[in-house]
T-cell receptor
Framework: GAVVSQHPSRVICKSGTSVKIECRSL??????MFWYRQFPKQSLMLMAT?????????EQGVEKDKFLINHASLTLSTLTVTSAHPEDSSFYIC??????????????FGNGTRLTVT | GQNIDQPTEMTATEGAIVQINCTYQTSGFNGLFWYQQHAGEAPTFLSYNVLDGLEEKGRFSSFLSRSKGYSYLLLKELQMKDSASYLCAVRDSNYQLIWGAGTKLIIKP
């Protein structure tokens, strides 16, 4: 089946530093990838939609200068949390939609990244 | 506004059957998805419904009624490993996924 690899799975960083999270579709092409954030016992919150070769579309309230998204190829999107603060500590999940051209293409999720900012 | 409702938590017994309901009000409809999420892990895809009726996949089945804005996920022969959160998500007219808050399913021996 379709596999999405997200790396790293866990990261601890100091306040003020930047962290890059990678999301790769291993056996399919994904023009569109999504980045979510999930707080404990809460549902997924869409942060942004990443489109290959163009600028990401950010959801309302998400700072684009803080959460930098790059989608340089059909199989790789990256999320960089810049100048991280403790309140950025969360579970970040990426997903990718197969370029099947069908409306029922499901999302395939990466395993998530647990970010802790100290 | 757009809204998806599902129960916060349900408890069932190992070997039994449980039905998790989901009702939605969205701007258009382009399919409904069910995902399973174990604690600390990313969601995994379970099922997709776009037409009315029942989709069966092993122990799991999903039902959709578009006129009622209603879906359910049916889990049979429950196993302890089925303890997880189950997320209902609807794709709206803009092909955006609207997520429910998830139903935490607790399986007891």
């Amino acid at each position: 089946g379709a596999v999405v690899s997200q790396h790293p799975s866990r990261v601890i960083c100091k306040s003020g530093t930047s962290v890059k999270i990678e999301c790769r579709s291993l056996d399919f092409q994904a023009t569109t990838m999504f980045w979510y954030r999930q707080f404990p016992k809460q549902s997924l919150m869409l942060m942004a939609t990443s489109n290959e070769g163009s600028k990401a579309t950010y959801e309302q309230g998400v700072e684009k200068d803080k959460f930098l998204i790059n989608h340089a190829s059909l199989t790789l999107s990256t999320l960089t949390v810049t100048s991280a603060h403790p309140e950025d500590s969360s579970f970040y999940i990426c997903s990718a939609r197969e370029d099947r051209g069908l409306g029922n293409s499901p999302l395939h999720f990466g395993n998530g990244t647990r970010l802790t900012v100290t | 506004g757009q809204n998806i409702d599902q129960p916060t938590e349900m408890t069932a017994t190992e070997g039994a059957i449980v039905q998790i309901n989901c009702t939605y009000q969205t701007s258009g409809f382009n399919g409904l998805f069910w995902y399973q999420q174990h604690a600390g892990e990313a969601p995994t895809f379970l099922s997709y419904n776009v037409l009315d009726g029942l989709e069966e996949k092993g122990r799991f089945s999903s039902f959709l009624s578009r006129s009622k804005g209603y879906s359910y996920l049916l889990l049979k022969e429950l196993q302890m490993k089925d303890s997880a959160s189950y997320l209902c998500a609807v794709r709206d007219s803009n092909y955006q996924l609207i997520w429910g808050a998830g139903t935490k399913l607790i399986i007891k021996p």
